[in-house]
């Protein structure tokens, strides 16, 4: 057995975090074999309903979890943290655009980012869930120049798990039998779900997705809209926004961080970009990744026709907007 990992969950005394920190805690993430020491932080205000979390984490008698720590002070929450959750945020609310949450929010991840850089070890691995978290995840960055960019990431793995499902329930296969739908751009309604390199095994042999729905006009329509706005779905059904899918994507996303992805399967992952597919630099845009060793490299030389170049340029636009908006928020 390694020493302990010491992983953080910020708004621990939220939904999803309630989910997963269970998840976390029994292996989903780092392995069956790998001792926890799970850290989390909420703000003061959520510590009474933290502690009722923390002793159900004691109660699930989790034999990787060997120390709990509730706290709502950053300077105690990320020392020497070896991971980072950031889910604690202010959530979108029905009828909430976006851009509503970015000052709250945005000036949340720049204090977070100044912790990550004064405490936090070097290689720390970063995940923003907490929205809207591409653009929480560049400030979080830019307030941590210690910490390598590129071990920051936002999430977007729930929106290909997302479209993975719709086309798994369209093809009625196992979900596992569909593979490497690609998220680009912002976790947001402007992002674009593309399917045109995915591929899907049916009758135990590999078509692409695209040849064995033979539909177009839903590829190009209905599927994407859907994955699009299908936050906005979850909430106006469940009146909160997604917790259990989040939680789990959030895992899948840390998974691969941590132990690679799967030979020839792709994770989606809101990197900061470098330029690729002409992707403006200094936004964290989603990108298809592979995983070795802990580092993420973009898979390059996909073809972008001329749908898809509009797709990803709009996202682009948007997240360019973001981040000129949530500066100005920081500098104010």
Not at 81 to 89: H, K, M, P, S, Y
Not at 168 to 184: E, F, M, Q, T
Not at 284 to 295: A, C, E, L, R, W
Not at 325 to 331: G, I, S
Request: hydrophobic share 45%; aromatic share 6%.
């Amino acid at each position: 057995m390694s020493e302990p990992l010491r992983v953080l969950i910020t708004g621990a005394a939220g939904q999803i975090a309630y989910s997963l920190l269970y998840m976390v805690g029994k292996g989903d993430v780092f392995g069956p074999n790998q001792p926890l020491t799970l850290i989390m932080l909420d703000i003061p205000p959520m510590m009474a309903v933290m502690e009722g979390v923390v002793m159900e984490l004691n109660d699930c008698a989790l034999p990787l979890v060997r120390g709990i720590v509730a706290t709502a002070d950053e300077d105690v929450a990320f020392k020497d943290i070896d991971a980072a959750f950031l889910v604690g945020a202010m959530p979108r609310k029905e009828g909430m655009e976006r851009k509503d949450l970015l000052a709250a929010n945005v000036k949340i991840f720049k204090s977070q980012g100044k912790a990550l850089d004064k405490h936090a070890k070097k290689n720390v691995k970063v995940l923003v869930v907490g929205n809207p978290a591409n653009t929480n995840a560049l400030i979080c960055s830019k307030y941590a120049p210690s910490i390598p960019k590129e071990n920051f990431s936002a999430m977007t793995r729930l929106d290909q798990n997302r479209g993975q499902a719709q086309i798994a329930g369209r093809l009625k296969v196992p979900i596992d039998h569909v593979k490497n739908v690609v998220i680009w751009g912002n976790h947001s309604s402007t992002q674009f779900p593309d399917v045109t390199h995915a591929t899907v095994v049916i009758g135990g042999s590999e078509k692409k997705v695209y040849d064995a729905i033979n539909d177009e006009t839903w590829l190009k329509g209905d599927f994407i809209s859907t994955v699009q706005k299908r936050g906005a779905a979850v909430i106006a059904a469940r009146k909160l926004s997604s917790a259990m899918s989040a939680a789990k994507a959030a895992c899948d996303h840390m998974r691969d961080w941590f132990q690679g992805t799967p030979e020839g399967k792709w994770a989606s992952m809101g990197i900061y970009s470098d330029g690729s597919y002409g992707v403006a630099k200094d936004v964290m845009y989603s990108f298809p990744v592979t995983i070795q060793n802990g580092q993420w490299k973009i898979v390059q030389g996909l073809p972008v026709d001329d749908f898809a170049r509009a797709k990803m340029d709009l996202t682009a636009k948007e997240l360019c907007e973001e981040r000129d908006d949530a500066l100005k928020v920081c500098e104010a």
